[in-house]
């Protein structure tokens, strides 16, 4: 039976969203799709768990009556949802009128009769208004025909927890398909993943999330308590959120992600805390959240004010931030830590918010603040930070009555609407942060007696200030010419990791300064002479060497996977032995270098579950099914299959034949204006036929060239190709790189190469022929 891949759930339920897209935006039409995928999954699970309970009975001797009996009794479902009749998918996919009162009454008989999804589902309401009018019926049907394309038991995927990465993946579309009503719900999975490895989470601890959202931060603390060998079963997540139908989401996505154990409370969190022990605020190990922006807060009726020992924010004005920050220091346990995204205005602001501060920093709670770069949350474009606290008296010693401040508003990747921080920049933060130390323009750790003799002020750039240096003008140099050595000295570190000797590119004109080499004669000629460059060639060539040995060397552990199952163990050798290999040939510094392996892994961490469920063969079946997929939802259109991975190995001379036939008909369109038209006509029509058949024949040539492989040829190839992505995410930096000191030798040449004399002497030319040409115009 063909397995469900990632890749196809993805696709499948992202187009289950356009289906409704247009009638109302995604912050609406979200509910739908979310109650509809979880109505699909529990009913396809009590299905296996209703078949597994009647043939057992059967196999027992007892009548099929007797069987049903049994297996319509919910409390034989304790591991799963009991699904009444009204919400079972056999019901629901026969619906063809009043279809919104239908999948209502599903919803409503499935949270009825399981109690543990109380509240979750009821607010979702198929019949709602978008505008003027309510989803139509012909709307719905779609909608219900397109879920019913495939089965969602566990059975059915290519690995265990496929159905909770899928819904984390329809998360994050909504969230950036909602703008800024995204940032209610979703922090972006980058920012998630440092603020965890900051406050590094371990099993046995209680984790805590007092604006969950869609409840990310609480599975990326189970993900990362699992990457590090501890036992994710032995480790409880908590979780409150005001808003009803994000807490939903939330409680959906947990049970998606096998967490039912999850305790996720619905209210302000500021007004009315919900978890409690014994009549008193529950305590946390571990405190992470992304509370929202600016808010405003009202103590009327609010419980727990001993909550709030430094001070009161104003109810109005938009200033509630430390009120959050207050309440999750309260909750702390004896040797507890916080991490939670603040605005910067917290940082500075005077009134009560500085005495807040004061109060912090006096009882030697603030372990560190960490600045981010701006547009790297949905809702805001404005710069954050992260705020790093301990339950007083638990810095370790090194770090009492001190402060880290991190200025890492440089770290981030510009994506097309917003900014994203990649694996190397979380690399750099956390190694700062773990490292505590003063590091020039970047970090600065500060005594509580320096921040107080600044005035409570944690503006981060006062203390780590990370604005460039003003560029250097020798003048010396725009009079007369030459490049000044110091200014090449200043770029060592960035010459000499690519190995570019400074005889490559420049000649000696005295003790301070170079000339180009006289071949050097126009700009283009600094890229070809340093790419050209022995030294340069040298050193790409060790890291290409290295790289090559490291894979040989490791790729057994992968060999293995299948039969031992430790991908957690894998990841982190993996990761380790690349970084303490590949950095010492210098070209990348550690932070590149571990950048490359994560995002390799994060990138392929889904196919190696699948490897460890299904094999080698397995993974290529599942390589092979996704691409007859896309094509068959492309229904004939264009798919440009050249720079797959797999298709280009399978069936190369397929490929190359599609090539001609496409360019067959390129050639005719362009001869059809200077040949005979009826001829050109009808070899084109032929070519265009032909070309239709090729393509139409591309899933049957994969799938022969599939069945054809041995084990060890899908072995040899899915090594093969991930070898070859890492091998060109390490390019992808060494090009980068590379580029760096080309742009370094450009600027020298763009600012010294035209000399004042140069400019005087051009002036003068263009004089005397101005006066030349006025005096033949009489003008003289």
């Given at each position: ?278 009549g008193e605020l529950m305590r946390f190990d571990r405190v ?184 250097p003008q020798d003048v010396r140099a725009h009079l007369l ?300």
């Amino acid at each position: 039976m063909k397995k469900l891949t990632l890749s196809q759930l993805e696709r499948h339920l992202f187009a289950a969203a356009d289906i409704l897209r247009g009638k109302m935006d995604a912050s609406e039409f979200k509910e739908y799709i979310f109650g509809m995928l979880f109505l699909k999954r529990c009913s396809d699970v009590f299905d296996e768990e209703y078949e597994r309970i009647i043939n057992a009975n059967l196999a027992r001797g007892r009548t099929e009556d007797q069987a049903i009996k049994r297996a319509e009794d919910p409390a034989r479902y304790a591991k799963s949802f009991f699904v009444p009749k009204t919400a079972r998918w056999e019901k629901i996919k026969h619906a063809h009128r009043n279809i919104g009162d239908e999948l209502n009454k599903a919803l409503s008989a499935l949270e009825h009769d399981n109690r543990s999804l109380e509240g979750v589902l009821g607010h979702i309401d198929f019949n709602r208004k978008a505008g003027k009018t309510k989803i139509p019926d012909r709307k719905l049907r779609d909608l219900i025909d397109h879920f019913n394309k495939y089965r969602l038991r566990n059975a059915d995927f290519e690995f265990p927890d496929l159905i909770g990465a899928a819904y984390e993946y329809l998360i994050g579309q909504f969230a950036d398909s909602a703008g800024k009503k995204g940032g209610e719900f979703y922090t972006p999975r980058d920012v998630v993943r440092l603020m965890v490895r900051i406050l590094k989470p371990q099993e046995g601890m209680r984790v805590y999330d007092p604006c969950v959202g869609s409840g990310g931060m609480l599975i990326h603390s189970k993900h990362y308590v699992e990457e590090h060998g501890g036992n994710s079963f032995n480790l409880s997540l908590y979780g409150q959120d005001n808003n009803g139908s994000v807490w939903s989401m939330c409680k959906m996505n947990m049970i998606l992600h096998g967490i039912a154990g999850a305790d996720i409370q619905n209210d302000d969190v500021l007004a009315s805390p919900l978890h409690l022990d014994g009549g008193e605020l529950m305590r946390f190990d571990r405190v992470i959240t992304n509370p929202p922006f600016s808010q405003n807060y009202s103590k009327d009726g609010m419980k727990f004010t001993e909550r709030f020992r430094y001070g009161f924010c104003p109810e109005t004005g938009k200033k509630g931030d430390l009120m959050f920050l207050q309440h999750m220091l309260a909750v702390l346990r004896t040797n507890g830590m916080m991490a939670t995204v603040m605005p910067h205005g917290v940082l500075f602001r005077g009134g009560t918010e500085k005495e807040i501060r004061k109060g912090v920093i006096e009882d030697d709670l603030l372990e560190a603040v960490i600045g981010f770069p701006p547009n790297l949350f949905y809702g805001t474009g404005i710069p954050a930070c992260v705020l790093v606290c301990r339950a007083k008296g638990a810095k370790p010693d090194k770090r009492k009555d001190k402060v880290l401040f991190i200025n890492a508003d440089a770290e981030f990747y510009t994506g097309r609407a917003q900014n994203y921080l990649r694996p190397e920049h979380i690399e750099k933060i956390t190694s700062a942060f773990d490292a505590f130390e003063n590091i020039p323009g970047y970090a600065a750790v500060l005594t509580r007696k320096d921040i107080k003799s600044n005035d409570w002020n944690l503006n981060i750039r006062r203390y780590a200030d990370n604005a460039p240096q003003p560029e250097p003008q020798d003048v010396r140099a725009h009079l007369l010419g030459g490049i000044p050595k110091d200014e090449v000295e200043s770029k060592k570190d960035l010459l000499d990791a690519h190995g570019l000797k400074i005889s490559t590119i420049f000649v000696e004109r005295d003790a301070d300064y170079y000339d180009f080499d006289s071949t050097v004669t126009e700009r283009g000629d600094i890229k070809k002479r340093i790419e050209a460059g022995k030294g340069i060639q040298l050193k790409e060539t060790k890291l290409k060497n290295t790289f090559d040995r490291w894979w040989e060397k490791h790729k057994q552990s992968l060999i293995d996977l299948p039969d031992t199952k430790n991908l957690m163990e894998v990841r982190n050798d993996l990761l380790e032995a690349f970084v303490s290999d590949i950095t010492p040939v210098g070209l990348l510094d550690r932070f590149k270098v571990a950048g490359v392996i994560a995002t390799w892994w994060n990138e392929n961490k889904f196919d190696l579950k699948t490897l460890i469920a299904q094999g080698f063969g397995g993974l290529v079946d599942g390589w092979v099914d996704t691409i007859e997929a896309v094509m068959e939802e492309a229904k004939g259109n264009h798919f440009d299959l050249a720079d797959d991975p797999i298709v280009t190995r399978l069936i190369p001379d397929y490929l190359e034949e599609l090539e001609h036939a496409r360019q067959d008909i390129v050639r005719l369109e362009q001869e059809k204006q200077v040949q005979p038209y009826v001829k050109i006509t009808n070899q084109l029509k032929e070519a265009k036929k032909r070309f239709k058949e090729l393509q139409k024949d591309f899933i049957k040539c994969l799938h022969e060239a599939r069945d054809a492989l041995s084990d060890d040829d899908c072995r040899y190839l899915v090594l093969d190709i991930l070898k070859e992505k890492l091998s060109g995410h390490l390019q992808s930096y060494v090009t980068s790189h590379r580029q760096e000191v080309i742009a370094a030798v450009e600027n020298w040449w763009d600012k010294y190469l035209v000399t004042l004399r140069d400019i005087e002497g051009a002036r003068g030319n263009a004089a005397i022929a101005l006066s030349e040409f006025s005096r033949e115009l009489g003008y003289d």
